[in-house]
């Protein structure tokens, strides 16, 4: 009997962590004073002038649940009372390297935000499977949101940068809630990418996706768009940015990509940059191209 209501407690335990997917466990604000990286966009305690608009916004770091694992995740919201479409951030990197911080918000998003956008990203969970399992965590967020005050949970769309971009695809491919889509120098081809750079396939992917050298081609093929480009959400569009000196992805990738949706008619643009993996020159532009598009296709689209 004992054995039976043991069993039964797990039961409910389980069910109920499942259930509160996406709930929102804690919402800190962040004081930039206390970042590492103020001092470098501030002069005398205050803000420089390419960064006053910060003082327009706040900044969180939240935890939340998916799949009764707890994440970590950062917003950025304007100050200003109201609801705000929502972008969900996909970073790149992979384990620790490149991990989401608020300083990475800020470089990517924050300008975004300015402009009257709610941002929200996630760290990925601790084991991280190279989009495996964790894509639960960027997919669960469209759950999240809805416990934010300001957040728009009817309109939301994804940014996705590297490897954040494989992490866009593959939320593309199993939700039908994201508006839109900007992915920035992304991998379609993991086939591809290992050939490029092998040291990637050693000492990244084999390490991250579980049992990977008996499955490899599936794994990869799991991974890689560009076999089921098909399969994205046909209510969605997308825009592709390419810096055509990337030396992680491949360049030609985003031009096979962009083969294989002009061949199904997807919406999409692909914008090409003479830059590199990071868009180093071209900031200025990539804030003004990331606006624009979400201005048109998440803001003002009907």
Known sequence: MNRVLISIFFILITSLGFSQNGKLLSKKLIDLKQENFWNGISENDTLISKYQYLNHLNFYKITY???????????????????????????????????????????????????????????????????????????????????????????????????????????????????????????????????????????????????????????????????????????????ILCGTNDKNVNPAQADEIARKLTEIEYDFELKKFETDHYFTEYKSELNETIISWFNERLKNYR
Not at 167 to 176: E, G, R, V
Not at 188 to 212: H, N, Q, W
Request: glycine residues 10%; hydrophobic residues 35%; proline residues 3%.
């Open 65 to 239: 649940l998916s799949d009764s694992i707890v994440v970590n995740g950062y917003i950025i919201e304007p100050k200003s009372e109201g609801k705000y479409p929502v972008v969900i951030f996909n970073r790149g990197g992979n384990r620790d390297f490149s991990s989401l911080t608020i300083g990475t918000l800020i470089n990517y998003c924050s300008e975004l935000a300015s402009k009257g956008y709610l941002i929200i990203g996630s760290d990925y969970r601790k084991k991280d499977e190279f989009g495996g399992e964790e894509i639960n965590d960027v997919l669960i967020l469209t759950e999240t949101v809805k416990e934010i005050e300001k957040a728009d949970s009817n309109q939301i769309g994804m940014f996705g940068w590297s490897r954040g971009g494989m992490m866009t695809y593959l939320a593309l491919q199993k939700s039908n809630k994201i508006k839109t889509a900007i992915i920035g120098n992304g991998p379609t081809d993991l086939f591809g990418i290992i050939s490029d750079r092998p040291e990637m396939e050693t000492k990244v992917i084999a390490e991250c996706i579980p049992d990977y050298w008996n499955n490899k081609e599936f794994e990869l093929k799991k991974r890689s768009v560009i076999y089921w480009v098909d399969e994205l959400d046909k209510n969605s569009s997308l825009l």
